[in-house]
């Protein structure tokens, strides 16, 4: 409802003095200006709103005549936006994978790594100190073994000649007091090969030891079936004098040992047929590394 303000008050008053016909001419101007006034607003925003009606189907109808172009871009759009999304999400996974192969990295032992994640650094270092006695433990065994073999060699004089049923022979020189080869185990050997008092090969004279495993084929430069035999029942730290037989040997067809990349001064000829006679020395035997 309209609410009457003082002008409207003043004509109601002057009408009531005699001028009954003014009044109901400025009451409804008043009236009409007043409802004017407040339905312009509401008229021009339904203005605003056919405009943007009218401009809405105007684009509307332009893009019914003009040519299918949109919609053709709508899947470039979309696929270009699945293909950024494809990419963000590979980028991810590499960046995961990184960090993966970077902590396995970090990592060289899967115990410690577990003790450290469960028991904190406490466990870490329990783990470090296992280890830490471990490895003295095992250099102490090594050195007692050293010590053994120190002590247990003797030198033996006029020792009597063995001879195996395959015809090979030996004589102790030194019987040693350390650990006797087994198949697979590293033996160090230096000795001496002659053959008729002509020598072929000497490792002494070198200053190179060999170094093979016990029990494998083929034979390192000198070596022969006959001497790995004789070395079977030698402990580390032994000498003896081994008289080896040609069939276990070089047999009829002899050898000629040429040098090699190792040893490049290596030369020798052994005879077709020709007994040799080593003096080797048995320096160490170990267990190979893994």
């Known amino acids: ?28 101007r008043n009236l009409h200006r ?41 899947p470039v759009a979309a696929r270009a936006t699945s293909g950024a999304g494809t990419e963000v999400t590979t980028a ?20 410690a790594t577990f003790l450290t994640r469960r028991f904190g650094i406490a466990g870490g270092l329990a ?4 280890l830490a006695v471990g490895t003295l433990g095992e250099q102490i065994k090594t050195r007692m073994e050293v010590a053994n ?13 063995v001879v195996l049923p395959s ?10 007091g350390g650990q006797s080869p087994l198949k697979g185990y590293l033996v160090v050997l230096d000795y001496t ?29 000198g070596m022969c079936a006959g001497l790995e035999q004789a070395l079977a029942t030698m402990r580390a730290g ?20 040429r040098p090699t990349e190792h040893v490049p001064d290596k030369k020798g000829l052994v005879p077709p047929g020709a007994t040799l006679v080593y003096d080797v020395e048995l320096v160490r035997v170990s267990i190979p590394p893994s």
């Open 149 to 161: 073999e120190v002590n247990g060699t003797k030198e033996v004089q006029d020792a009597p000649e």
């Open 127 to 130: 783990w470090l100190g296992f």
């Open 193 to 221: 090969a002659t053959t008729d008092g002509v020598q072929f090969e000497s490792t002494r004279a070198r200053g190179k030891p060999i170094v093979y495993l016990y029990g494998s084929r083929p034979f390192t430069g």
């Open 92 to 111: 991810a996974a590499r960046k995961q994978q990184q960090q993966r192969s970077v902590r396995r990295a970090e990592s060289t032992d899967a115990v």
């Open 167 to 176: 015809g090979v022979r030996y004589r102790d020189l030194r019987v040693g």
């Open 1 to 28: 409802m309209l609410s009457l303000h003082q002008g409207d008050v003043a004509n109601v008053r002057q009408s009531s003095r005699g001028i009954p016909y003014a009044f109901p001419i400025r009451f409804c």
């Open 34 to 74: 007043r409802a004017t006034a407040r339905s312009a607003p509401e008229k021009s925003s339904l203005r605003v709103a056919d405009t943007a009606t009218e401009n809405s189907s105007t684009d509307v109808n332009a893009g019914d005549t003009a040519k299918p172009t949109l919609p053709q871009q709508a």
């Open 238 to 257: 032994g000498r003896r004098i081994v008289t080896v037989p040609a069939d276990l040997g070089f047999g009829e067809r002899g050898a000629v040992l």
